[in-house]
């Protein structure tokens, strides 16, 4: 007998058994009621105009520049410190 119609069987049998399961339990149903109420409240939701997405994603590039920045000093500073107080090797 051909294996790959055994697996198939086999596969079938065991989504089959978790889909009943799932639907006796109540829980497909769940399921479903969340997301029809995730789409209803996406429904309500204002999306950015492109306009509005380009300035905030410029607002964050500089963000994070400035961010890096401050790190990079940050470390420099540090560093030139802690060379400072430990003794030459």
């Known amino acids: 007998m051909n294996y790959d119609l055994i697996k198939l069987g086999v596969w079938v049998v ?6 009943g399961y ?3 339990k109540g829980h497909l149903l769940k ?3 969340y997301v029809a ?17 380009k300035g905030s994603t410029v607002v964050v590039m500089i963000s994070i520049l ?3 920045l401050l790190t990079i000093g940050a470390d420099f500073v540090v560093l030139k410190f802690v060379r400072g107080i430990l003794p030459k090797i």
């Open 14 to 19: 065991i989504i089959g058994g978790t889909f």
């Open 22 to 24: 799932l639907w006796r």
């Open 31 to 33: 399921i479903s009621n």
């Open 37 to 53: 109420e995730t789409r209803e409240e996406l429904r309500k939701c204002s999306w950015p105009s492109l306009e509005e997405l």
């Open 66 to 68: 400035l961010l890096g």
